[in-house]
């Protein structure tokens, strides 16, 4: 359980000082944000990676927002492309488990086509992270909340069942996908059927729009969705699972859902 990208209540700036800050509020967790760029060369997340291990906080890494491996232009492909590897690359070399991203639009594709180009460009990415002797991290392709962003349940399980990659949860995406609901044991129960030893994901809540309709306008935690049937559930099927929190008050939010846990016995 940890923040989304720098802890913002850190004494020292810097990637270092919020894991620093982490421990001190009794998170196990944070997502490196390379969402504008990847911002770390290859040795300083090595640095960092040994700082994490110290301090026993497990790493993942989110890729640029650029991506967009179903693009009408082949430049932006092959710069996604390009993207996932390097932030796999960094993500590895920091020890990270797993790279959360946003892997396609269906830019004027039917989805179908879309689910194609798409697990073409993983594969690619795939095949040149093997060259490259990556290994230990895993690509994980994020639910997502936007309706012209390839990314439902469904296709995600899709793709993890073909390619060697990970469906990474975003579960207030869902819940807009489901027009705000969510059932939390029903996700559980499909991804068992991929039998992963650790599942990634996102946390936090949404906005309404005027026309009352929930969209992916993160906000801090409050109930949309509700944490506590999370929480719950995760401890009752005995989930092995990290939270990030992607709320305008990562740290903040994160401790309000380690307390959430604590409160039902559970001790992070
Ligand atoms: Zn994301």
């Known amino acids: 359980m940890g923040p989304a990208g720098n802890c913002i209540t850190a004494k020292e700036k810097g990637t270092i000082g919020s894991f620093r800050r982490i421990s001190e509020l ?9 969402v504008r ?7 300083m997340a090595e640095e960092v990676g040994e700082v994490a291990k110290e301090l026993g906080i497990s790493l993942s890494v989110h890729a640029p927002y650029y991506i967009n491996l179903n693009s009408q232009k082949k430049q932006i492909i092959e710069a996604s492309k390009k993207m996932i590897f390097d932030s796999a690359d960094r993500a590895e070399r920091m020890g990270a488990g797993a790279v959360a991203i946003h892997s396609a639009y269906y830019s004027g594709f039917t989805p179908q086509q879309t689910y194609e180009k798409t697990k073409e ?35 995600c399980m899709k793709l993890a069942k073909e390619i060697d990659i990970i469906p990474f949860i975003d579960w207030s995406h869902l819940f807009v996908r489901g027009k705000g609901t969510i059932d939390y044991g029903k996700v559980f129960d499909v991804l068992k059927t991929l039998k992963l030893k650790h599942i990634y994901s996102h946390f936090q809540n949404v906005e309404k729009n005027k026309k009352g309709e929930f969209v992916d306008v993160h906000k801090p935690l409050d109930h949309s969705p509700p944490f506590e049937p999370l929480a719950k559930e995760i401890l009752r099927k005995k989930i092995d699972i990290t939270i990030i929190c992607e709320s305008p008050i990562i740290e903040a939010d994160s401790q309000k859902m380690k307390e959430i846990f604590n409160s039902l016995g559970y001790k992070l």
Request: charged share 25%; proline share 2%.
């Open 26 to 34: 009794g998170l196990n967790a944070q997502e490196i944000e390379f």
């Open 121 to 155: 460009g993983f594969l690619e990415v795939l095949d040149k992270m093997k060259s490259a002797g990556i290994k230990n991290v895993k690509l994980g392709v994020e639910t997502m909340g936007r309706w012209s962003q390839f990314g439902s349940l469904d296709e």
């Open 37 to 43: 760029s990847i911002y770390m060369q290859p040795k």
